[in-house]
């Protein structure tokens, strides 16, 4: 098993899907990761895009922090 490094931001989705334990939850589940990657891209489709405009994205870089809207 790999060793995860702590990040003051958030692992995106395609480094949670390539995490060796994410192939034995999703076979678990009846799926595989590509499965999973279609139920939530689905998912996300199906939510009202006005309840989102105020998150903001997860920072790329740890020395480019996110910082609030001034709006």
Known sequence: MGLWNMRRSEPSLDE?????????????????????????????SRLPADQFGAVTPRCAREAACCQPSAA
């Open 16 to 44: 949670l899907l390539a995490d060796e334990m994410m192939g034995v939850v999703t076979r678990s589940a009846g799926t595989d990761r590509e499965g999973l990657r279609d139920m939530l891209r689905q998912l996300a």
